[in-house]
Every structure is written in structure tokens, then in C-alpha cells.
Nanobody
Framework: QVQVVESGGGLVQAGGSLRLSCEASGLTFRSYVMGWFRQAPGKEREFVAA????????YYADSVKGRFTISRLNAQNTVTLQMNSLKPEDTAVYFC???????????????????WGQGTQVTVSS
């Protein structure tokens, strides 16, 4: 049984930082491209960041480049999203997802991902 569990969300002031973690179990973690997505109220789920199977390549949405950093530790089945210089527009539920096919040309597409966590709320106050 595959489980993907996010943690680390919360309330932070604009300009602050948060670190989200995601642990996946019940799968061969190193075989999956891992991604973070977010969804704000009334909006579609959008891509935030992704990391290749070995962690050597990373991908970011333009809106978070230079502020967010994705990384993974295959030995611990975890992927982390370090979020700095947070803005009110970063407020959303953040989801971790796992993609087995791993076509890195389409890492931004939610439909490519096989397993999803329940999400963790991030709220940035102005």
C-alpha cells in the first residue's frame, strides 16, 4: 500500500520561510520522479517543483524560481521543499506527488503523477 504524507505547513508572515517534507512508503522511491504542486481556493492545481530520480535535475515554476528549493534523500524516502521569501500569493494547499513513468518533459502535468498525498496548508500573511 502506497502512502505519501506531507508535513511542515503552517502560518508564516510574508518574507518568512517554511520547509515542507514528504515521505513516501510502499513504493521503490528511487524509481519515481517526485513533484510538489499547490492549489489555492478557486484555482486549479499548479506545478511548483520537481526533482529527478537521482536528485540531479530539478524543475521549478517561474513563480517560485530563486525562492524555493526541492531536494530528495532516497535513503530516507523523503523529498523536501524549502520555501524562502514567501509571499501571500504562495498561500495554498501543497501536495507531494510521485511519478513512475518519469518523463521529465511533462513533470509540470498533474496527470502524469501516480500517487498523491493529502496536502498540507501553507498560509502567508501580509
Amino acid at each position: 500500500q502506497v502512502q505519501v504524507v506531507e508535513s511542515g505547513g503552517g502560518l508564516v508572515q510574508a518574507g518568512g520561510s517554511l520547509r515542507l517534507s514528504c515521505e513516501a512508503s510502499g513504493l521503490t522511491f528511487r524509481s519515481y520522479v517526485m513533484g510538489w504542486f499547490r492549489q489555492a481556493p478557486g484555482k486549479e492545481r499548479e506545478f511548483v517543483a520537481a526533482v529527478s530520480r537521482n536528485g540531479g535535475r530539478t524543475y521549478y515554476a517561474d513563480s517560485v524560481k530563486g525562492r524555493f528549493t526541492i531536494s530528495r534523500l532516497n535513503a530516507q524516502n523523503t523529498v523536501t521543499l524549502q520555501m524562502n521569501s514567501l509571499k501571500p500569493e504562495d498561500t495554498a494547499v501543497y501536495f507531494c506527488a510521485a511519478d513512475l513513468r518519469g518523463n521529465e518533459l511533462v513533470v509540470t502535468t498533474p496527470l502524469e503523477y501516480d500517487y498523491w498525498g493529502q496536502g498540507t496548508q501553507v498560509t502567508v500573511s501580509s
